[in-house]
């Protein structure tokens, strides 16, 4: 059975890996190797069969994949307009500090899904490999010049704020996935909030950590 | 057994569909509605996923696809900077004429491959449906307002121009796929040549025909 949650839930995860993949894919373009620009290629392809696995279970439930989607156009749209990447280095750390955000927000909420929808979830959200990459070229860019971290420290805070305040925004526009969050966890819910908050919170300062910056 | 001009073949090939990847994607970005953005996004992964079988294809045979590659960098860069559609449906034109000439070009010097080069060749030239979308989409336009016509034409004949001249240019540097060709042909190369350019004609003719576009 296919709730109007999971249908919000599956909408914004296909949307984000939509648009995603576009981002990705124009980073290549700008890659400054052709090594560079296969890996992000590889992301983005990965990115895209993500979207057409959301989309098929999706349709095999009968819901129509750009319904689903049509709620999250515009505020996809106005994050990726506001958080335009300057150079290569910050368009890397917006793809792995971005795409760690949107993973564990949406693992949060798959919790609670029904088994057959979460299944789709964490198989969409597996990591390809991606951060590796990511760590690695960001490590050496700031090895080579100490100036980069601090811009990237400023960018990575940047990201994450934008990121928290567009999925308040979200969830306070879907009364399906709020219902859902109150309905599980009733008196509980403001402090369970605060505990979803906390845990995106460490997790983006752990990823920060691991490219030697300060979140 | 891989020689210089299978190595420059699949390294021409290789290097134009991860541009094309990338060219499709920032078009998707551009799309004017969600449904596009999904097919166009279709047909970019469906390049990408060609160029890691031929990059897999060089690998198993001990070459390098940077290396095989390299040489055609600046070639492709060079056309897609000056053939830079001015909106959507120039991109789309622009990717179901280019992709028909780059097929057949290709498609007449595989002729000279050995057969398992030829079958990875033929493998990834598979017409994934995108012929289907991209006429569909233009017919519409055209109907829709009859100028588009007149400028579509005009389009398609600067692509198919500049092509061959690239071609033309490629060929006259890569020393390994010309004397293939002479070695086939011998003193009857001259007119093979003009046969080739023929058959392209002829070929992009039709499509512009499919259009009902003047070629």
Known sequence: MTTPAVADLLGVLAYGELVAFERIAADAAHA???GDKIELGRIA?????HFEKITSYLQAHGIDPQVAMEPFVDVFNHFHENMAPNDWYEGLLKVYVGDGI???FYREISAYLDEDARKVVDEVLSDNGHSEFAINRLREAIALDPKVAG???????RI???MIS????VAGTRMALAEL???KNGPESGNELSGVV????VAHSRRMDALGLAS
Request: proline content about 3%; overall charge neutral.
């Open 32 to 34: 400054p190797t052709v």
């Open 151 to 157: 811009r990237l420290a400023l960018w990575g805070r």
């Open 160 to 162: 994450m704020g934008e």
């Open 198 to 201: 906390n845990r995106l919170t």
């Open 181 to 183: 969050f109150v309905a």
């Open 166 to 169: 567009q999925a308040a925004m």
């Open 102 to 104: 949107a993973s564990d």
């Open 45 to 49: 392809a990965a990115e895209f069969s």
